[in-house]
Structure formats: structure tokens, C-alpha cells
């Protein structure tokens, strides 16, 4: 086998699982771009976390298509949806940081 076979194709399931694990990368150091250098306030907690969930979803999601798992690996990205739409949300709130104050309060309406 040459080295030109053993690299991943792209559109192959190596390569496209690769792309992924690239991705996460990209997440952590663009949530370390944004976080401010000092002090955190509640939005940043609940982008952490979201940052967080996030990753773990994908290292899961790769996990189970490497093991063949797709019933399992369909349900973390649905998932990995709710996690998108959350934080797209934040930018439809009223008063960010209060409403987020709420969620984490486990206040449902808001």
C-alpha cells in the first residue's frame, strides 16, 4: 500500500469523521476567542456550557458511527439541534442577560 492509499479520500467515512474532529477544534478556539479575558457573566456560563454539550455530542456522535451505532448516533443530532437552537435563541431575547438568569433559575416562561 502507498502513502497515497492510506490517506483518507474525501466523501469516505474516515475523512468525513476527520472533518468533524476538525471542527471541534474550530468550536474550542472560537469559544476562547469570544470568552472576555476577565470576568465571565451568566451568558458566557450558559455558552460554556452549550460549548461543552456540544462537544461531547460530536466525540459521542463519532463514536457510534465508527461502532456502526446509527440508532444511537441519529439521537445525538437531535441533540446537537436543540444545543444550535438554544443558542441561536439568545439572539431573540429581549434582555439576554435576565432571560438567560431565568433559565438557569428553571423559570419556563419567559
Known amino acids: 500500500m502507498t502513502e497515497r492509499d492510506s490517506t483518507p479520500q474525501p466523501g469516505t467515512l474516515t475523512h468525513r469523521l476527520g472533518a468533524i474532529s476538525k471542527l471541534e477544534t474550530e468550536l474550542v478556539d472560537k469559544a476562547h476567542a469570544i470568552l472576555p479575558k476577565g470576568a465571565v457573566n451568566i451568558v458566557d456560563f450558559f455558552i460554556l456550557g452549550a460549548t461543552q454539550r456540544t462537544l461531547s455530542q460530536s466525540r459521542g456522535f463519532r463514536t457510534l458511527i465508527e461502532t456502526r451505532n446509527f440508532p444511537s448516533a441519529?439521537?445525538?443530532?437531535?441533540?446537537?439541534?436543540?444545543?444550535?437552537?438554544?443558542?441561536?435563541?439568545?439572539?431573540?431575547?429581549?434582555?439576554v442577560e435576565a432571560d438567560v438568569q431565568r433559565i438557569f433559575k428553571g423559570e419556563r416562561h419567559l
Not at 441519529?74 to 444545543?83: A, E, G, K, P, S
Open 74 to 95: 441519529t439521537i445525538l443530532l437531535r441533540t446537537q439541534i436543540d444545543t444550535a437552537m438554544r443558542i441561536n435563541g439568545l439572539r431573540m431575547m429581549a434582555n
